[in-house]
């Protein structure tokens, strides 16, 4: 046969294993996909848009025990088509899981997806005139199975902690301080006594403080095409605990805005239970949130082990409290 006897090859002719060969080794898998999916996120915000990049995980079970394999690029494709060129939103990401099993017909009923990004907020400082970024990285999960979805917003907010006890001692120290530096005068000159406050002989000691992380989970009511709680409350979330913890790590920060902090750590002082109980408390208020997971990591300077506290919103089937 010379060369010419060969059929010309075309795209119709290719092989496609993943739909015609059957597995070597039968079962069903939880999950296949593709993780670290590098995608342009569109995010919402009032009336403005903006584009910012994310990593994403897209996955299917696969319950075709005989299957080869799922189809990969199709659940690219759909991301392609819509996370990338449609504003982020609840309706949208439902349409998306919904759509990643219609593409995978027979082959799978559940679906989940995963957007990770860093989303950034310009912050005023506490009392100059100045502003700057602050970045918070944030996760956005979706699951869907047998028609239920559960759509859930991570996001980690630093912040800084000044320990009780610490604080305790310090003062102690200071009065310490005072009793001996001033035991001899009967009568006290205020004048004096304002410039010993004003001196490192005043402040003998100061309370140990560190920058201190809040790690929140939070189900949001899955209500596709609910215009009013279709966007995903990340400004929300972020504002309302650092509201409550008072000591968000800053941005700009002049003397005064350096200043207004120490006075905001000194008023708040809080170990790691302290801090998860107001948030504990905050999201309860708000009764927005199906459920909530929360973590927040002090991580000391005193010592090389962080202190470490853990609450959920104790629904039932809800978020276990493990670390």
């Known amino acids: 046969m010379s060369l010419v006897d060969f059929p010309m090859a075309n795209k119709d002719m290719m092989p496609d294993v993943a739909s015609k060969v059957q597995a070597k080794t039968e079962g069903t898998l939880d999950w296949v996909g593709m993780s670290e999916i590098e995608m342009p996120v569109l995010l919402q915000q009032g009336d403005e848009q903006f584009r910012i990049g994310a990593s994403v995980q897209a996955y299917v079970n696969l319950v075709a025990h005989q299957a080869k394999g799922i189809h990969m690029s199709r659940l690219y494709l759909l991301l392609d088509d819509m996370i990338a060129s449609k504003p982020l939103s609840i309706t949208l990401l439902t349409q998306l899981l919904e759509a990643f099993v219609q593409s995978h017909l027979e082959l799978s009923n559940q679906a989940m997806v995963e957007l990770k990004f860093d989303y950034y907020l310009r912050r005023p400082s506490l009392k100059s005139e100045y502003s700057g970024w602050k970045s918070y990285p944030i996760k956005i999960t979706g699951h869907l199975n047998n028609d239920q979805i559960e759509i859930e917003l ?89 509201q409550c913890l008072k000591t968000p790590v800053q941005a700009a920060v002049k003397r005064e805005d350096e200043q207004e902090f120490a006075r905001l750590n000194g008023q708040n002082l809080m170990f790691c239970e302290d801090a998860a109980r107001r948030i504990q408390a905050t999201l309860n208020a ?30 039932k089937n809800g978020y276990k409290s493990v670390p």
């Open 154 to 242: 991570s996001c980690q907010i630093p912040y800084a902690s000044t320990c009780p006890c610490s604080a305790a001692l310090a003062r102690h120290l200071i009065q310490q301080q005072f009793e001996k530096d001033f035991k001899n005068q009967t009568n006290i000159d205020a004048q004096a006594l304002h410039a010993w406050l004003g001196s490192e002989q005043g402040v003998v000691a100061t309370p140990h403080s560190q920058r201190s992380i809040a790690d929140i989970k939070v189900k949001l009511q899955a209500t596709a095409g609910d215009e009013q709680q279709d966007s995903f409350p990340i400004v929300e979330l972020i504002d309302v605990i650092e």
């Open 286 to 315: 708000q009764q927005t949130y199906l459920d909530y997971w929360v973590r927040v990591d002090h991580l000391e300077s005193l010592h090389a082990h962080d202190a470490v506290s853990i609450v959920t919103k104790g629904v």
